[in-house]
């Protein structure tokens, strides 16, 4: 099952997103209280998006977090983007049903276009075949360097 995020899942995805930014390998250490902000946020704005799988027995096993904001070249138009999805690895399987649920809230919330990203160090081909199926199209590429 997928639903909105509540606080009392709030420790439980902070740890997901530590395990997530250390996947990731972004060079960031992980700040559990800026997480804590980022969930907060994210669940109680409505430019924010934070959806949860929970297992069977109600536990949270995946997040997905994202963001809604006007464009930059045109501020009638809404841009819904996803900043992260965690699922645990034994509940990987599932984890296409949380990218469409978020993609799905995203654009119920008033995105126009949805952009999802794709990070090198987290199954790329996998993440990536699964994007084209849904309908997205490579746009860009990021680079990262920590100074």
């Known amino acids: 099952m997928i639903r909105d995020a509540i606080p009392d899942d709030f420790p439980k995805l902070s740890a997901m ?5 250390k996947a990731a390998r972004w060079g960031i250490d992980p700040d559990p209280e800026t997480i804590t902000r980022t969930l907060t946020y994210l669940s109680a704005s409505p430019d924010g998006a ?16 994202g963001v809604l904001f006007p464009c930059i070249f045109n501020a009638s138009h809404r841009i819904g983007q996803e900043a992260f ?8 399987g599932q984890g296409v049903a949380l990218f469409r649920d978020l993609e799905r809230e995203l654009i119920t919330k008033g995105a126009q276009t949805v952009i999802m990203a794709n990070t090198m160090e987290i199954r790329p081909e996998a993440v990536g075949m699964l994007f084209r199926r849904m309908g997205y199209r490579p746009a860009e590429t990021h680079y990262i360097k920590s100074t």
């Open 50 to 65: 934070l959806r949860v799988l929970v297992s069977d027995s109600g536990l949270p096993v995946g997040m997905a977090g």
């Open 17 to 21: 997103a530590d395990r997530f930014i």
């Open 85 to 92: 999805v965690w699922v645990d690895p034994s509940y990987r």
